[in-house]
């Protein structure tokens, strides 16, 4: 919970930190949004690597939420001295390098330590995500109003009281779990959960060495190669993005063609990188909350309640509330349907999460379409939107987390989830490129696959068909990842 404080609060205030207080233009500061993003997604590669092997998941969630409160003292520091652009931007960027690897060391070992609580096969595992999920949304509810109340106010010099908050925040929740990880976070006999991974029979032949060696460096050869692809041909020099998009595609190759997966291991695990494939697109989609839709809130958005001017970082309190409302429910609903032999299976449940996604966007572009560009929307067309997307969220992300702890063979636990998230990473770095196409009065239209966007309709629509498309294609191959992911001897037995 106080994580999501932490993340969640920076990024409510992050957009308009950078605009209103760094002058970043809507272009730069959106694919600055979409860089920092993708690699908060990416470093949890390193993270789980270290944390399967070395480390385990206690150390590297201290080392992890204490990296991550530095950088948000850091963030402070830039925004208390936000007109000197020589001192605050190398700090902004000093402080987003520091969350980005905090978190790497962070998110995939708290979320993997939630499947571990559970015996294997337990079909209250998709409950239990969700019920994790409405937990770590009450930190992602409470933190725009706090975060944002003190540091988005219309005076440049207050961001830093959000960012400082967003650091303390950190550090209860890194103290929290130091003190009473001995009590609650252990085995059902009582025993450390997480602990550092024992190696003593780890020793390897000397011919297993160099067959390792040689793989390690025919993967470093075959990311360079696609590296310098999107480098140099597809992005245009835009080096994160190229990192990003080459580890979305060179470590799924090193995992499958790990010689001690099985048959049947290597099965699931590609049902996990196809279904990631179309997880890209939905955060794509989704993650313009703290990007464009932001931008849509502060300049285009009817936000006067009364005589009350609502924050625009106020409205991202409505997905994770949504989530803390509904959270309950979904998981009632799945455990009920499981019970009845009626419960959809995960990809059929990411198909549900896509169209709601579309479906958001589709009414807020209907709600746009007739209004100028002097002329801000009522309130209600954000909200809507953002209460389907909830939905959306909940079918999807969740049943994702627990899809990959189900999937995923134990000693690749943490890896798995870490290749998970590098599937969110390239969404989210999309986002950043999707949402510089948000279009500004008094400047060219941008252009997506030779389609011109001239205002909010056709941008809202750009999301629509998206989403829209994802579903559709996901919905004609689901029923084929469902028995992928079905085990032989289940399927010989109900034979």
């Known amino acids: 919970m106080w994580e999501r404080f932490s993340f969640y609060g920076m990024r409510a205030i992050m957009k308009l930190y950078m605009v209103k207080a760094l002058l970043f233009s809507e272009a730069v500061s959106s694919e600055v949004y979409g860089s920092y993003l993708g690699l908060v997604y990416l470093t949890p590669l390193l993270g789980g690597y270290i944390a399967d092997r070395y480390w385990g998941n206690r150390r590297s969630i201290l080392v992890g939420g204490l990296l991550m409160a530095l950088g948000q003292f850091v963030l402070f520091a830039s925004a208390s001295n936000y007109q000197s652009v020589s001192f605050a931007h190398p700090l902004f960027y000093t402080g987003l390098a520091l969350l980005i690897f905090g978190n790497g060391f962070f998110k995939p070992n708290i979320s993997s330590m939630v499947g571990t609580l559970y015996p294997p096969n337990d079909r209250r595992i998709d409950a239990a995500y969700t019920i994790f999920y409405m937990g770590i949304n009450i930190g992602a509810f409470i933190s725009p ?94 080096v994160i993005g190229a990192f990003i998009f080459s580890a979305m595609i060179v470590v799924p190759i090193m995992v499958v063609t790990d010689s001690s997966l099985t048959s049947v291991e290597r099965r699931k695990i590609n049902v996990v990188l196809i279904i990631g494939f179309f997880v890209i697109f939905f955060w794509a989609a989704f993650e313009q909350a703290g990007n464009s839709l932001t931008t849509f809130a502060d300049k285009q958005t009817d936000r006067q309640l009364g005589s009350y001017l609502v924050p625009a970082s106020f409205f991202q309190t409505i997905n994770p509330l949504g989530i803390i409302l509904f959270a309950p429910l979904f998981a009632a609903l799945w455990t009920w349907l499981g019970k009845r032999g009626l419960e959809p299976s995960s990809p059929l449940k990411m198909v549900y999460g896509l169209a709601f996604l579309a479906i958001g966007y589709l009414i807020i572009a209907f709600g746009v379409k007739d209004a100028s560009e002097t002329v801000k929307v009522s309130m209600f067309w954000l909200t809507a939107m953002y209460l389907l997307h909830t939905f959306g969220e909940l079918c999807l992300s969740p049943i994702g987390l627990a899809l990959v702890n189900k999937l995923a063979p134990v000693r690749f636990a943490s890896l798995m989830m870490a290749v998970w998230f590098l599937a969110i990473a390239a969404g989210n770095k999309f986002s950043g490129t999707l949402g510089a196409l948000y279009p500004e009065p008094g400047k060219p239209a941008p252009h997506v696959a030779g389609f011109e966007i001239t205002g909010l309709y056709e941008f809202f629509m750009v999301f629509v068909v998206l989403c829209g498309v994802a579903s559709f294609v996901l919905l004609l191959i689901y029923r084929k990842l469902t028995k992928m992911m079905v085990d032989e001897s289940t399927v010989a037995g109900a034979a």
Not at 155 to 170: C, E, V, Y
Not at 175 to 182: A, G, H, P, R
């Open 145 to 238: 109003f706090i975060c944002g109340g003190f540091g988005d106010t219309g005076n440049p010099a207050d961001f830093k009281w959000g960012f400082l908050i967003a650091g303390i925040g950190m550090l209860i929740g890194t103290v929290t779990f130091e003190f009473l990880k001995t009590r609650y976070v252990v085995y059902a006999d009582g025993s450390p959960l997480g602990a550092r991974p024992d190696r003593k029979g780890a020793v390897l032949d000397a011919a297993q060495n160099v067959a390792n060696t040689k793989k390690n460096l025919l993967m470093l050869a075959l990311f360079a190669g696609v590296f310098a692809i999107w480098y140099f041909v597809i992005l245009d020099h835009e």
